[in-house]
């Protein structure tokens, strides 16, 4: 419900956020693939798998596509899900990391390396940067500059 944001693997995995209308403790992210058969359809390999948070957000992958990362808007975190073969998912941490309950992240983006997730907080006007681990792990680098209130999007290098 409320399908929202997408990140894509290689080859044919899409993973998409469901805020479930900004209700509590419900929000998800489901996993599709693209039919064998080509015609331009989608297969489900994971149906909605709940992370507990609310109104997740922006997904992004990893550059292996194995670790996705989405933004919880309504929750103030970051969840974090493991994908296998098929681009079926599996929930790795509900809050990989905790910017606190008015952070309002949104919008993220994954270094050309993979090694570095970087956050919209747009409840603090800040860029959140993470180290992103070998397990998928995030370890906070710090925030940064002053964003003004509404901005939008964010691209990494």
Request: aromatic content about 8%.
């Amino acid at each position: 419900m409320t399908p929202f944001g997408f990140g894509f693997s290689g080859p044919g995995g899409i993973f998409v956020s469901e805020a479930f209308g900004a209700m509590p403790h419900q929000a998800a992210v489901s996993s599709y693939v693209t039919s064998p058969l080509g015609l331009g359809s989608l297969l489900n390999a994971t149906p909605s798998l709940r992370n507990m948070q609310t109104a997740s957000c922006w997904v992004v992958t990893t550059n292996c596509g194995r670790n996705i990362f989405v933004s919880n808007t309504g929750s103030g975190t970051i969840s974090s899900y493991h994908s296998g073969k098929g681009a079926v998912i599996e929930l790795a941490s509900a809050a990989a990391a905790g910017l606190g309950p008015t952070s309002a992240p949104i919008d993220m983006a994954i270094s050309d390396t993979g090694d570095y997730l970087y956050v919209t907080v747009s409840g603090m006007h800040k860029v959140g940067a993470f180290k992103v681990g070998v397990d998928g792990g995030l370890s906070k680098v710090g925030d940064f500059g002053t964003l003004p209130p509404g901005a939008q999007g964010i691209i990494a290098k």
